[in-house]
């Protein structure tokens, strides 16, 4: 099974929340072989900018940001560029979701890539669910699923 897995799904791997339990069987399940994951390069910024926020609001230090930030690297999961073509099926994407561009990346490149989308974000479910089959909720994920 390939999954392209967003930021919400990669956060859960480095701060403890809401159903990382879930997001470690995930990447426990990559690293075994038993699923494949894909992202945009996007994931790296997108994490990086979460771990900024978390450590201007206290939540983390600086220095624990930067620890999170070099371990999420070294994870080296397989990035796709974000090609112009990527970008402007994801604008025409978003223009009838109403949804941010960042998060239709990974939807497009999904479809793109005839995968499933993997998000731990309610919201970006509930809007890709009625036009895209292949999107699942990480709270609905099964070990060895």
Not at 42 to 49: G, S, T, Y
Not at 82 to 99: C, D, G, I, N, Y
Not at 117 to 124: A, Q, R, S, V, W
Request: one cysteine or more; charged letters at 20%; hydrophobic letters at 55%.
């Amino acid at each position: 099974m390939r999954l392209v897995v967003d930021a919400s799904v990669a956060a859960k791997w480095l701060l403890p929340e809401p159903d990382s339990d879930k997001a470690e069987a995930v990447l426990s399940a990559w690293n075994h072989g038993v699923v494949a994951l894909l992202a945009p390069v996007l994931l790296h910024v997108e994490i990086a900018n979460l771990l900024w926020k978390t450590a201007a609001q206290r939540i983390i230090g600086a220095d624990d940001a930067k620890r999170l930030l070099v371990r999420f690297a070294a994870l080296k999961l397989p990035l796709v560029p974000t090609s112009a073509p990527l970008l402007e099926e994801a604008l025409s994407f978003l223009l009838s979701l109403k949804h941010p561009v960042y998060d239709c990346l990974y939807a497009t490149l999904a479809m793109q890539e005839r995968s499933e989308l993997l998000t731990g974000d309610e919201k970006l479910f509930r809007a890709l669910r009625p036009s895209m089959a292949a999107v699942r909720l990480l709270t609905d994920w099964e070990t060895g699923a």
